[in-house]
């Protein structure tokens, strides 16, 4: 049996443990010190736009106190983009909030500004109390930053921007998560980059950034002793991930530039089969990570190959690869509660497909790829 080619995989730069030997040989081994500190100073150096950035144990928990930190509570609404992982909506739920779940459009795959428009209206007919938008820039691709800011502010909602998968991406020259009121980054096993696991808030202010991390730390008053008068989270990131996280920042922009060489790979592949699209940017104002590179199949132009056939042939050559997300509307967790919207996130579910993308693919990773790809497609 070949190696596993894995979708995406962790890939060091060779500087990571030069962070973790310094925690050890200092004993900061613990969820603070200075690689918390320094990791933070990275991001804020770059991401730019005055961002103020806390260091957090995952993305999910940055999306969970971002949207304590824009007062959703018990019986609010938040609006959630429906195609995108779990962990977007899950903290919605955490809170005693409803998740109200918005279509794709076609061009970025995100948000649709039309249908959210059209569930702001409806929802707010009904009585209903929107708190805020989660927007994500699905597979590193932007969502339609300025549509989606002209809805939300002409009905006073605050955006929670989920960039989870967008590190590295950017609209108009400005990077991604330093688009919405509050904004969050990922630092799982299989992102751009990674600590292991982990993630970030992104916050406007350095005030906002401080309560962040103040409910990450427990919520512990200014005392001598251990004082709490609000809820708090054991949230906050370890000094030894986040020395990988430095090391990670060291070769963000090369791994980004190798996604982007992966990307290119597969429209070169694919440019002349006939019923088969690269997801890709819509103009040049867009700038993708392109954290996974990922396909659709019209069956009626590939005499009646599909996304499946192809995952199962990689499947067979020991090549992962996987459907796109599984819309959350479509989820058996979140089906009750409301969606707007047609039906374009459910069809590239049952057309889509992510690919191996990973910064550390080889030559011959990609000659595996291929030949099972011409072997399916018979070109």
Request: charged share 20%.
């Amino acid at each position: 049996m070949n190696s596993k080619i894995w979708l995406s995989s962790p890939h060091m730069g060779g500087t990571e443990q030069k962070f973790i030997q310094e925690a050890f040989d200092d004993n900061w081994v613990a969820p603070l010190g200075p690689n918390v500190n320094g990791l933070e100073k990275d991001l804020e150096n770059y991401l730019g736009n005055q961002a103020r950035v806390g260091a957090l144990s995952s993305g999910t928990a940055a999306i969970h106190l971002g949207l304590i930190l824009l007062g959703v509570q018990e019986g609010d609404e938040v609006i959630c983009q429906s195609m995108t992982f779990s962990a977007s909506a899950n903290p919605i739920l955490y809170l005693g909030a409803t998740p109200v779940f918005i279509d794709s459009e076609e061009q970025t795959w995100n948000l649709c500004p039309v249908a959210l428009e059209k569930a702001i209206v409806d929802r707010i007919q009904k009585g209903k109390k929107l708190k805020a938008i989660i927007a994500v820039h699905l597979y590193g691709v932007p969502y339609q930053i300025e549509a989606v800011r002209a809805v939300a502010d002409k009905y006073s909602i605050p955006i929670l921007e989920d960039s989870a998968e967008a590190l590295g991406s950017t609209y108009k020259g400005q990077k991604c998560g330093t688009f919405g009121d509050i904004g969050i980054l990922s630092f799982n096993g299989n992102k751009i980059i990674t600590t292991s696991g982990g993630g970030a808030i992104v916050t406007k202010t350095a005030v906002l950034k401080e309560k962040a991390i103040f409910y990450a730390t427990q919520s512990r008053d200014n005392a001598p002793h251990y004082q709490h008068s609000e809820i708090g989270y054991n949230y906050r990131m370890s000094n030894i991930c986040a020395g990988i996280g430095r090391g990670q920042m060291e070769v963000l922009d090369e791994h980004v530039a190798l996604r982007r060489q992966m990307h290119d790979f597969y429209v070169d592949i694919f440019a002349s089969i006939e019923g088969v699209d690269v997801f890709s940017t819509p103009n040049d104002d867009y700038f993708a990570n392109y954290w996974l590179s990922a396909i659709t199949i019209d069956a009626t132009k590939t005499n009646g190959i599909t996304a499946e056939t192809l995952r199962v042939a990689l499947e067979a050559e020991n090549i992962e690869s996987r459907p796109l997300w599984k819309p959350m509307h479509l989820q058996p967790i979140f089906e009750k509660y409301p969606y707007y919207g047609k039906t374009v996130a459910e069809n590239l579910f049952e057309n889509g497909l992510c690919l191996p993308s990973g910064s550390n693919l080889t030559n011959d990773d990609r000659e595996r790829i291929v030949k099972v790809i011409k072997a399916v497609f018979g070109s």
